[in-house]
């Protein structure tokens, strides 16, 4: 067995919020769930608390919100960052770091899950 971290504890806290938000625990189980977490020092101790809890099912409606979100702000931003930097006199191209920061997100978005997941293993 092996002892658990705050980042372990932290994982299993936002899993305890998830369900208390999808109402498969109330306020009560939530609190006294959230206290033994805390007090976990196991893996073992942490895993009793959240494994009856189960996955959470995908959102509704999969990527395609957050897609648009972030195509939308990527091309907002970048149209922004480049209108700025023509009409202040153009130069270095600053824009660049606004279109990569914004970009990131959106390539995440699109990079399918299961392609992510066979490279890690």
Known sequence: MTRVGDLEREAARA???????AGRIDAPEL???AEAVWRAAL??????VVDDLGED?????GAGPRLVRDLLVFLICGAIAVLVWHLTGRGFFWPVWVLVYTGLPLLRSL???SASHARRA
């Not at 893996?43 to 009793?48: I, P, V």
């Not at 099912?57 to 409606?61: F, N, V, Y």
Request: hydrophobic share 40%; net charge neutral.
């Open 111 to 113: 990079i399918p899950r």
């Open 15 to 21: 899993r305890l919020v998830e369900a208390y938000a």
């Open 43 to 48: 893996s073992a101790d942490l895993a009793t």
């Open 31 to 33: 609190e006294s769930r």
């Open 57 to 61: 099912p995908a959102p509704p409606g």
